[in-house]
């Protein structure tokens, strides 16, 4: 039932218990009209509200009057939002103090760490038989490292391998592998019975090499033309890029068969060595740059 009917029935009850008889002031008189009782019972609504109105704001059977209850609050919706201010109706539970009970914990927090701090200082100040253990148990839970192991081999049987996002289980040792180290062999020669007339050690950065007068010179790896220069004195010279960060360098060559920038294949002629002067030998300059560092061809390259 809607609260405004409630209110005028109570009202229209109220009335007629006066007019019959039952429950008669002793100032009133029966020549007194009903509007004038009305008027006289329910008060207009004042600007502010007033002891005598909370009191008037009552019917016969004692119950609060919700309508004038609610107009005479300063603030009428306070009290749905949880506040602590008196409504005249029912009681308002008081908000939840959430920063209080956070400070208060803390506060025990606080207490109970300076606590254990004392005990420990105090321990370390003691010269006892029984503070020497208590020391010595201290320290070494201090300073000895956990073994997580165990911890380790249950999450390998449980979920097939231990949590590498926790560090200490990511330093477990690793199954040892043999590093391969060394320079890489080619199966070609730059020349074909090539023999080597100034070695790695008496040159510092590459060979001499001595063959067949006007021999073709091959790569010795697949890789790109890097490089073609010409001097009149020493005659063409090709630098070969291979990968894994490799050069070959080709020097005193009378001719070229490529470009630069072109790709070729190991075995592939770049092309010719000088004829030789009297039927003598033709003389090759070549060197390997393996790492940016020179390194002896004759690691690199089988030679006869």
């Keep these: 039932m809607d609260t405004k009917d409630t209110v005028r029935q109570r009202r229209q009850e109220r009335i007629r218990q006066l007019t019959s008889g039952g429950d008669k002031p002793a100032s009133l008189t029966p020549e007194r009209s009903v509007p004038a009782l009305m008027r006289e019972t329910v008060p207009t609504a004042p600007t502010a509200p007033t002891p005598v109105q909370k009191s008037k704001a009552s019917d016969a059977k004692g119950e609060a009057d919700p309508e004038l209850l609610w107009k005479s609050q300063p603030n009428p919706w306070r009290g749905w939002s949880g506040g602590t201010e008196d409504s ?11 920063s209080g009970q956070l400070a208060k914990e803390l506060r025990i927090k ?11 200082f105090g321990l370390f100040q003691l010269d006892m038989p029984w503070a020497k253990t208590g020391q010595s148990v201290v320290v070494g839970m201090l300073t000895t490292d956990m073994d997580f192991s165990a911890a380790a081999a249950w999450y390998d049987r449980t979920f097939a391998g231990s949590p590498a996002f926790i560090p200490i289980f990511g330093e477990r040792e690793q199954t040892a592998e043999r590093a391969q180290a060394g320079i890489r062999s080619a199966a070609i020669a730059p020349v074909s019975a090539g023999v080597i007339v100034r070695d790695f050690a008496d040159m510092g950065s590459g060979v001499e090499i001595a063959a067949v007068s006007g021999a073709e010179v091959r790569a010795i790896e697949t890789g790109r033309i890097l490089i073609i220069s010409s001097d009149s004195a020493q005659g063409e010279t090709v630098i070969i890029q291979h990968p894994n960060q490799r050069l070959s360098v080709y020097g005193r060559l009378d001719s070229v068969q490529i470009a630069q920038h072109d790709w070729v294949e190991a075995g592939g002629v770049i092309g010719r ?4 002067i009297e039927g003598g030998q033709s003389q090759l300059y070549f060197a390997v740059r393996d790492q940016d560092r020179y390194v002896d061809p004759a690691d690199v390259v089988p030679f006869d």
């Design 88 to 98: 005249g109706g029912g009681d308002a539970s008081p908000p939840h103090d959430g």
């Design 110 to 120: 606080i207490l109970l760490s300076l606590a254990l701090f004392g005990c420990g």
């Design 273 to 276: 060595l000088k004829p030789a």
